[in-house]
């Protein structure tokens, strides 16, 4: 287990790095920040000055050190546009992100595990063959088009719901969160509808396929021999079995989850990092862009860490196949 | 196995093709795919107006609902007009032209690397073997739009980057699949007697191994095919996939957007409608594809 560990460990650090070697040399490619810092009319002797003075003029792997260096320090330079240190800025909008990312996870969950649950129960009925066909237009759907079509029929034709923003928010542990009111649930209903609609059908197909492969399974049978209620023998004995591979992929998905709200929050112009980012490309603010794909990859490989051990702790037998 | 045993000296791709068209819904897949397809690719026979040519367009005619004659009486919009008085319909098959472009290319362009490099992986073994695999298994755990911001932001938009972009998420899906499969047909005797023969590796690689491999290889190109289609639509549509002058569906969607919020839901909608379709046409012939061809799935 330990040395399994170290090794996953390893695995991780190593990603992270690749990304910010990946990272560095692409905006190290795209050309030379100082054309960017200098006006217009400086001489030659002036960028000549900048470039000794950001350390341009020095070796690329020095360079990549530094950079590395004042990275793990949390230092990932300034925005350009905002002037003020790029992770601060990310940090700031990350909350946003996080609430959005964690409502669509547990709309997910809600809707899929009954969903999928009486798919799986009564395969044969027609409600459940809608049900399955309706995952499968799920996965295929792309995301923004169904937030579209959502902003469409709730916020113009109906006019229940806001179309953008974040709405009331309350100010808790340092961050601002639109959970804590009602008129912030309000504008978050339909983003996190919108982004949980891949998930949502994840979790249908999972519970369905789980459900089908446990129920002919000899402890199942046994409970249904001892006259157990029907209920009891699917909460207890089903679910609880199925718990595990679901709660795993959930986890592994909150990271893409995240990543993914780039589309949500650009169609519900809400401001989190994924709304940042994307005028940050757009304004050319490299340090903002590079902060936010570190950021993003650090806490998605970390998040996928952490699921994996949790995995391991959880479930015996795949810690045994580990120690065989 | 419950389907009829394939009959003697018929080839196995009739064989396939005859039991793909026996799902009613992977014909109509089909030809739903076949319309579209012959959409783009006449899209200016077809398309009643040019809809990159300033000559022909009206900005008078802008935001027109659909049904709706042109100022000049000459034009019926079917599908309406967008913010600057073109005719949709036409916009829609242009647009379409692009994204089907894109996504078949770069489909194909990751199809010939991620196989190439599945073999290779597959046929070397020891180093390069993990060196390829690993590669595959950072691409795969990644997600998708990550990649994408990364490539684009540092690229800066354009088809040929959209391409790239896409080739690169892509690639390793086929390069795992070539491989898995390259490494069960080194174990079979044809393999042992063209090695016996003499042949060269490449050759025993292309003519003898890569044939037995295409099966499930196909079908993984077709739900990349529909996966680059979203993936272009989606980065268009936040503005960092194709250029203004030359939109695919999702920078329709994109620009009629703004029209969206008030009232003018054929601007966005229709375009949206033709990616739909699209999509769902390349997901039922390659699940079709799947059934027909997987033994797997044959169960």
């Not at chain 1, 795209?30 to 950001?54: F, S, V, Y």
């Not at chain 1, 179309?163 to 340092?174: C, D, F, I, W």
């Not at chain 2, 609902?65 to 009486?73: D, F, I, K, T, Y």
């Not at chain 2, 599945?118 to 060196?131: N, Q």
Request: hydrophobic content about 55%; glycine content about 8%.
């Amino acid at each position: 287990m330990l040395g399994w560990l170290l090794q996953r460990v390893a695995q991780a650090l190593l990603v992270i790095v690749a990304m910010s070697l990946v990272v560095f040399l692409g905006m190290h490619a795209i050309g030379n920040p100082a054309d960017i810092l200098l006006a217009p009319d400086a001489t030659q002797a002036d960028r000549a000055e900048l470039i000794a003075q950001l350390g341009l003029d020095r070796p690329l792997w020095q360079q990549y050190l530094s950079f590395a260096g004042s990275a793990l320090q949390g230092d990932l330079g300034r925005s350009f546009v905002y002037n003020v240190p790029a992770v601060t800025l990310i940090l700031q909008r990350l909350p946003a992100t996080l609430e959005l990312a964690i409502a669509a996870t547990a709309f997910s969950v809600i809707f899929g595990v009954p969903l999928g649950l009486y798919a799986g129960l009564y395969p044969e009925r027609r409600l459940s063959k809608l049900i399955t066909t309706g995952s499968i237009l799920g996965f295929s759907l792309p995301t923004f088009w169904v937030g579209l079509l959502l902003i469409m029929t709730f916020s113009v034709y109906f006019g229940w719901l806001p179309a953008s923003g974040r709405g009331e928010t309350v100010h808790l542990l340092g961050a601002d969160w639109s959970f804590l009111t009602l008129n912030g649930w309000r504008h978050m209903l339909l983003p996190a509808i919108n982004l949980s609609l891949f998930k949502v059908s994840l979790v249908i197909r999972l519970t369905r396929a789980g459900v089908r492969e446990v129920l002919p399974l000899d402890y199942v049978r046994f409970a249904r021999a001892k006259g157990l209620r029907r209920g009891r023998i699917v909460m207890m004995h089903v679910l609880r079995n199925i718990m595990i591979p679901l709660v795993t992929v959930l986890g592994l998905e909150l990271g893409s989850t995240i990543a993914f709200a780039v589309v949500t929050e650009s169609i519900f112009a809400w401001p989190g990092s994924g709304k940042l980012i994307l005028d940050s490309i757009n304004a050319l603010d490299r340090p903002v862009v590079m902060a936010y794909l570190l950021v993003v990859v650090t806490l998605f490989v970390v998040i996928n860490l952490v699921v994996d051990i949790l995995y391991r702790i959880l479930d015996p037998r795949v810690r045994e196949e580990a120690s065989a | 196995m419950t389907s009829a045993p394939v009959a003697s000296g018929r080839r196995p791709a009739v064989t396939a093709l005859r039991r793909f068209l026996r799902a009613p819904t992977a014909v109509i897949g089909l030809a739903l795919m076949a319309l579209l397809i012959l959409g783009a690719v006449f899209a200016r026979e077809i398309a009643p107006q040019n809809p990159f040519d300033l000559a022909a367009i009206d900005v008078l005619d802008a935001r027109l609902p659909p049904g709706s004659a042109s100022m000049s009486g000459d034009i019926t919009y079917w599908l309406g007009t967008d913010g600057q008085g073109r005719d949709l319909f036409s916009a829609i098959l242009y647009g379409l032209r692009t994204s089907l472009t894109v996504g078949v290319g770069s489909a194909l362009l990751a199809g010939i690397l991620g196989i190439l490099l599945g073999l290779i992986a597959a046929w070397s073994g020891g180093i390069v073997d993990a060196l390829i695999m690993r590669l595959v298994d950072l691409i795969m755990s990644l997600p998708s739009i990550l990649v994408a911001l990364l490539m684009l932001a540092l690229l800066g938009r354009g088809i040929g980057n959209v391409v790239l972009t896409l080739v690169l998420l892509e690639w390793a899906y086929y390069a795992r699949t070539a491989r898995a499969q390259a490494l069960v047909e080194r174990k079979r005797d044809y393999f042992e007697a063209a090695r016996g023969l003499g042949l060269p590796t490449y050759r025993i690689l292309l003519r003898h191994v890569l044939p037995n491999c295409l099966p499930p290889l196909l079908v993984i190109a077709a739900l990349q095919v529909a996966r680059a289609i979203t993936l272009e639509a989606t980065l268009s549509f936040l503005g960092l996939g194709a250029p203004v002058t030359q939109p695919s569906l999702g920078l329709l969607i994109a620009n009629g957007f703004q029209f969206m919020l008030s009232g003018e839901y054929w601007i966005s909608f229709f375009p949206g409608l033709t990616l739909l379709l699209a999509i769902v046409a390349i997901n039922l012939v390659g699940d079709r594809l799947r059934e027909v061809l997987d033994p797997r799935a044959l169960r």
